[in-house]
């Protein structure tokens, strides 16, 4: 199944999430509540970042889809793309600079292995952050100007997104429990 036919099959669904690997449609989890807050929290961080930085880009929370190539396409928890507001009708963001996956049991191996080496195909791409709601901690994997992928583990303290230009507080995506 190419990227278009899995957008028309997945639109014509009464219900339910999916992600394609490879051109095989994969359904999505139920998510914990856990899992939605912290999602939710990571939108807000990145949106009130935006704010604060003028900077001209958009923040999304999931729905969104992710075209790595023409048989894969991912739903992140939140993404961040920068230029002109797109379409109301867009469902595929072209061009993400930040995408955001909050791990849960069923998808903490997928967002660490196949979509980690699958987002950074995108030459768009320059931040990717895995959210771990029970450790409550933010593995960011960045894209450096000379292409090499570094990774940084933070459990507390500020999040710097450069580009571009963001800075978001661990504290806005794990509140006081």
Same mark, same amino acid.
């Given at each position: 199944m190419t990227v278009e036919q899995f957008i028309d099959w997945a639109m014509a669904q009464p219900r339910g999430r999916y992600e394609l690997y490879g051109g095989r449609v994969v359904q999505m989890s139920p998510e914990r509540t856990e899992h939605i807050e912290i999602k939710g929290n990571a939108y807000l961080a990145l949106r009130m970042a935006v704010q604060k930085s003028q900077k001209k880009c958009h923040v999304l929370t999931d729905g969104a889809t992710i075209r790595i190539d023409g048989e894969t396409a991912y739903e992140p928890d939140a993404v961040v793309y920068c230029g002109e507001k797109l379409a109301p009708d867009t469902i595929i963001i072209p061009e993400p600079v930040i995408v955001v996956e909050v791990t849960s049991p069923s998808s903490e191996a997928?967002?660490?292995? $196949?979509?980690?080496a699958g987002y950074f195909k995108l030459q768009s791409l320059i931040h990717y952050l895995i959210v771990d709601p029970d450790d409550r901690l933010? $593995?960011?994997h960045r894209r450096r100007d000379d292409g090499e992928i570094v990774t940084r583990v933070l459990e507390s303290g500020d999040l710097v997104l450069d580009p571009p230009g963001l800075t978001v507080s661990l504290v806005d995506i794990f509140p006081a429990e």
């Open positions: 997928r967002d660490a292995g $196949v979509k980690l933010v $593995v960011h």
